[in-house]
C-alpha cells in the first residue's frame, strides 16, 4: 500500500516537474529535505509526530524552505500534510529518482573498488558500461578495503565482479565443485 501511494505522488511530481523543466532542482529540493529528515531529529519529530498540528507543521515548512526550494517541491509538502502523508515522504523521493533515471535511460551503479580511483580508472569504466548497457551512467563510487584489490560494479540485478576476493571466491567455488564431482 506504501508503495502505491509514493508512486502515485512521485509520477505526478514527476509529471509537473517536466512540464516546467525542473527535474534536476526538484531532485535537488527532495534530497536537501530527506537529508533534514535523516540527520536532524528536531525537524524528524516535528515533521512526523503526530501532536503537532497541521498549521504549526506548515508555518515550519514555510519558514524553513520558503526561499530555499522550488514551489513545486513546497506545493508537495504542503500536500503531504494537508493528506497526512509526510511519512510517505522518503519513498516519495525514491521513486521520483527511480522515475527520472528510467524516463531518462540512467543507469545506476555502485562501483565499489579497495582504493580511491583515479579519474582516469572511472572515466574508462564509466565509458565501458554505457558501451555496455546503452545507458547514461550515474556512478556512486565506494571504497571497500574488504575487495582486496581490483573492482566490483552492481547496477540493476547484476554484479561485476572484478576484484581479487571475488576471483579467490570463485576459485573456492570450482575446487569444490572439481573435489564434489571426483566423488
Known amino acids: 500500500m506504501e508503495l502505491r501511494v509514493a508512486?502515485?505522488?512521485?509520477?505526478?511530481?514527476?509529471?509537473?516537474?517536466?512540464?516546467?523543466?525542473?527535474?534536476?532542482?526538484?531532485?535537488?529540493?527532495?534530497?536537501?529535505?530527506?537529508?533534514?529528515?535523516?540527520?536532524?531529529?528536531?525537524?524528524?519529530?516535528?515533521?512526523?509526530?503526530?501532536?503537532?498540528?497541521?498549521?504549526?507543521?506548515?508555518k515550519v515548512l514555510e519558514k524553513a524552505f520558503s526561499d530555499r526550494i522550488t514551489g513545486v517541491t513546497m506545493q508537495l509538502l504542503r500536500i503531504?500534510?494537508?493528506?497526512?502523508?509526510?511519512?510517505?515522504?522518503?519513498?516519495i523521493r525514491e521513486e521520483f529518482i527511480r522515475i527520472r533515471r528510467f524516463e531518462g535511460q540512467v543507469l545506476y551503479a555502485e562501483i565499489s573498488s579497495?582504493?580511491?580511483?583515479?579519474?582516469?580508472?572511472?572515466?574508462?569504466?564509466?565509458?565501458?558500461?554505457t558501451k555496455i548497457t546503452g545507458k547514461t551512467v550515474e556512478p556512486n563510487f565506494v571504497v571497500n578495503p574488504n575487495l582486496i584489490g581490483g573492482v566490483k560494479v552492481s547496477y540493476d540485478n547484476y554484479v561485476l565482479d572484478g576484484s581479487i576476493r571475488g576471483g579467490l571466491n570463485r576459485l573456492r567455488?570450482?575446487?569444490?565443485?572439481?573435489l564434489l564431482k571426483q566423488n
Open 7 to 58: 508512486r502515485r505522488y512521485a509520477k505526478a511530481l514527476y509529471r509537473v516537474a517536466v512540464e516546467n523543466n525542473m527535474v534536476a532542482a526538484v531532485e535537488d529540493d527532495l534530497n536537501g529535505v530527506n537529508s533534514l529528515l535523516e540527520n536532524d531529529d528536531t525537524f524528524r519529530d516535528l515533521l512526523l509526530a503526530p501532536t503537532y498540528g497541521r498549521d504549526t507543521k506548515e
Open 80 to 91: 503531504l500534510l494537508v493528506k497526512r502523508r509526510e511519512e510517505e515522504f522518503p519513498a
Open 114 to 129: 579497495s582504493e580511491i580511483l583515479s579519474e582516469q580508472h572511472k572515466k574508462s569504466l564509466m565509458e565501458k558500461l
Open 173 to 178: 567455488d570450482a575446487l569444490r565443485y572439481d
